[in-house]
């Protein structure tokens, strides 16, 4: 297979992305409820915040991967984004994260002026913690009981990337 082919989302893409984010492997490692309104979609891809990059990833022009990229509106982290990333479960281990990952990394050295991006994963999501680092990515930090999922508080790394000098 070659490359995912990576564009900004758009409106016609909602229906596949809730096809991802509604399955439970999917919200499970993540911050997000499940079953997502199909309204809460729409706005986030028609109506992004301020710094705010929404990119998908397609393979046979099938969405397979979202990435969310939010540059820090703050003048004193300018400098920092938060990523957000989610691949399909029936295409994970073929490149996907890693080419969205590689994407979001060349938004951020060669576009928009930041050095530094964060992003939070629960700490035994090992997949991609390992995704992560590949890419070059450091856990900084652990938050004890960061978040619920399915009745249990799990805990969190805090990773980063930082453009090097």
Not at 2 to 21: F, H, K, M, S, W
Not at 24 to 52: C, D, F, K, M
Not at 122 to 147: C, L, T
Request: net charge positive; proline share 7%.
């Amino acid at each position: 297979m070659n490359g995912p082919e990576i564009r900004q989302a758009e409106p016609t893409d909602v229906a596949a992305l809730l096809g991802i984010y509604r399955q439970p492997e999917v919200y499970e490692n993540l911050l997000q409820l499940p079953h997502p309104s199909t309204a809460y979609w729409l706005e986030r891809i028609t109506h992004p915040q301020p710094g705010q990059r929404h990119l998908v990833a397609l393979v046979d022009n099938q969405v397979v991967g979202h990435m969310g990229l939010t540059v820090n509106p703050n003048p004193r982290r300018s400098h920092v984004a938060t990523l957000g990333l989610c691949v399909d479960p029936g295409f994970r281990q073929q490149g996907i994260g890693r080419a969205l990952m590689q994407e979001a990394v060349g938004l951020c050295d060669n576009w928009l002026r930041v050095t530094r991006i964060e992003l939070t994963v629960f700490a035994d999501n090992q997949p991609a913690i390992r995704a992560y680092q590949r890419v070059g990515f450091e856990q900084e930090g652990r938050a004890k009981n960061f978040g619920l999922r399915n009745g249990i508080y799990v805990d969190a790394l805090f990773m980063a990337r930082n453009k090097p000098a």
